[in-house]
């Protein structure tokens, strides 16, 4: 009597979709304009990696999505060598599905891992995945001594300890790795892989409900673990997005610049910098009936700041609110009696009201400043504004 052969292991497909995934995207990326060598942080965070900011404030997906973006072809070619490494031997011993449950979960467990240890870091990447994988195969082969994976997984039994102990040592010897990621999702694998049976082993019903109950208690411990990072870090990133906002203002990038400090609001509505700020970047957009809002709202908190009244004139003026803006116009040179951009504004509001003597003198003392005070093309304007008044 012969022995039959073993039949032939079932091919690794969620392995290479996963790997076609990832190349798909870093092609539409490169495609799309991003360098394939050294992509922006900008870049990446527009393509969905993750970063602190805007993960822990209403972008809770960037969990996800940051497994499948890579920062360079050398970054995506390493890790995707890993994974068609370690993937395939994980996934026939595991079973299609539940290779696919372990790769998902451990990349948001690195994620989740990585934006609590540094959350104003930009970070990318599917090493928090591919160490998932590694860590559910430490129990599988190195625990269990399973004899029908003696051949399958012999050499890979003496190589998965030493891949995640130098890769981890690397981490730490070098700050451009992520190790928070990589312990995250080692963590998670190494639960999920010491949990569940092997494929073709006799699997009872209480073994695929431990199973299946393993896997929905940690994608819950991820939920849980994500909410408590976002309590445990309120409004780390508001400064972040406060002084990208500005850099945007100041760059003319006012849509870029209202997203940022949009954010700031939805945390802290009562900002009264990123409130200023975002009204200033409405005007610049010509959408001033939307900057009224968040400009009353700031001149309330800091009602003796003349930027803030100066700004709420402003944007009074810009909607034909004469006598709205006169006032703030009037409380900001209260503050800051020589204030030019106010008696400029404030004597145009009382030239479309027809009172031209009120103009008159403001525009006056604005050319009454002593040289330097103000520049030339703002004093040629005044004089301009002077001329048009009736009876000049």
């Given at each position: 009597?012969?022995?039959?052969?073993p039949?032939?292991?079932?091919?690794?497909?969620?392995?290479?979709?996963?790997?076609?995934?990832?190349?798909a995207?870093?092609?539409?990326?490169t495609?799309?304009?991003?360098?394939?060598?050294?992509?922006?942080?900008?870049?990446?965070?527009?393509?969905?990696?993750?970063?602190?900011?805007?993960?822990?404030?209403?972008?809770?997906?960037?969990?996800?999505?940051?497994?499948?973006?890579?920062?360079?072809?050398?970054?995506?070619?390493?890790n995707?060598?890993?994974?068609?490494?370690?993937?395939?031997?994980?996934?026939?011993?595991?079973?299609?599905?539940?290779?696919?449950?372990?790769?998902?979960?451990?990349?948001?467990?690195?994620?989740?891992?990585?934006?609590?240890?540094?959350?104003?870091?930009?970070?990318?990447?599917?090493?928090?995945?591919?160490?998932?994988?590694?860590?559910?195969?430490?129990?599988?082969?190195?625990?269990?001594?399973?004899?029908?994976?003696?051949?399958?997984?012999?050499?890979?039994?003496?190589?998965?300890?030493?891949?995640?102990?130098y890769?981890?040592?690397?981490?730490?010897?070098?700050?451009?790795?992520?190790?928070?990621?990589?312990?995250?999702?080692?963590?998670?694998?190494?639960?999920?892989?010491?949990?569940?049976?092997?494929?073709?082993?006799?699997?009872?019903?209480?073994?695929?409900?431990?199973?299946?109950g393993?896997?929905?208690?940690?994608?819950?411990?991820?939920?849980?673990?994500?909410?408590?990072?976002?309590?445990?870090?309120?409004?780390?990133?508001?400064?972040?997005?406060?002084?990208?906002g500005?850099?945007?203002?100041?760059?003319?990038?006012?849509?870029?610049?209202?997203?940022?400090?949009?954010?700031?609001?939805?945390?802290d509505?009562?900002?009264?910098?990123?409130?200023?700020?975002?009204?200033?970047?409405?005007?610049?957009?010509?959408?001033?009936?939307?900057?009224?809002?968040?400009?009353?709202?700031?001149?309330?908190?800091?009602?003796?700041?003349?930027?803030?009244?100066?700004?709420?004139?402003?944007?009074?003026?810009?909607?034909?609110?004469y006598?709205?803006?006169?006032?703030?116009?009037?409380?900001?040179?209260?503050?800051?009696?020589?204030?030019?951009?106010?008696?400029?504004?404030?004597?145009?509001?009382?030239?479309?009201?027809?009172?031209?003597?009120?103009?008159?003198?403001?525009?006056?003392?604005?050319?009454?400043?002593?040289?330097?005070?103000?520049?030339?093309?703002?004093?040629?304007?005044?004089?301009?504004?002077?001329?048009?008044?009736?009876?000049?």
């Open positions: 009597m012969t022995n039959s052969p039949p032939p292991a079932a091919r690794p497909v969620v392995t290479f979709v996963i790997i076609a995934i990832n190349v995207v870093f092609i539409a990326m495609v799309g304009g991003v360098s394939p060598v050294e992509p922006t942080t900008q870049d990446l965070v527009r393509w969905g990696a993750s970063y602190g900011p805007y993960e822990l404030s209403t972008e809770w997906w960037r969990a996800f999505t940051a497994m499948f973006v890579h920062i360079g072809f050398l970054h995506i070619l390493l995707m060598y890993c994974l068609y490494r370690l993937g395939p031997l994980a996934e026939r011993m595991l079973g299609p599905w539940k290779f696919a449950a372990l790769y998902l979960l451990s990349g948001m467990g690195g994620n989740v891992a990585s934006v609590a240890v540094h959350p104003m870091i930009v970070a990318a990447g599917a090493s928090g995945a591919i160490f998932g994988v590694a860590g559910a195969l430490l129990p599988v082969l190195h625990f269990r001594q399973i004899r029908a994976l003696v051949s399958q997984g012999g050499r890979g039994r003496l190589g998965i300890g030493g891949f995640i102990v890769n981890l040592v690397l981490g730490f010897a070098n700050t451009g790795i992520d190790n928070a990621a990589h312990i995250g999702g080692l963590v998670i694998g190494f639960v999920a892989g010491y949990a569940a049976p092997v494929a073709g082993s006799p699997a009872g019903r209480q073994v695929v409900l431990r199973t299946r393993v896997l929905v208690g940690l994608a819950l411990f991820l939920v849980v673990a994500f909410l408590l990072v976002r309590e445990w870090r309120p409004g780390h990133g508001d400064d972040a997005h406060l002084a990208r500005a850099a945007y203002l100041h760059e003319g990038k006012n849509a870029e610049a209202i997203s940022e400090f949009e954010l700031v609001l939805r945390h509505s009562t900002n009264a910098l990123a409130l200023e700020n975002v009204g200033v970047a409405y005007m610049r957009t010509n959408r001033p009936q939307d900057a009224l809002a968040p400009l009353e709202r700031a001149q309330s908190i800091n009602p003796n700041d003349p930027i803030a009244n100066y700004n709420l004139g402003l944007a009074n003026l810009a909607v034909d609110k006598e709205t803006a006169i006032y703030y116009l009037s409380q900001s040179l209260r503050i800051r009696p020589n204030y030019p951009d106010a008696l400029v504004q404030r004597g145009f509001a009382y030239q479309k009201l027809g009172k031209a003597d009120s103009a008159s003198a403001d525009y006056e003392r604005v050319l009454s400043q002593p040289e330097g005070a103000i520049n030339d093309k703002m004093r040629a304007e005044v004089r301009r504004l002077v001329a048009a008044l009736p009876g000049r």
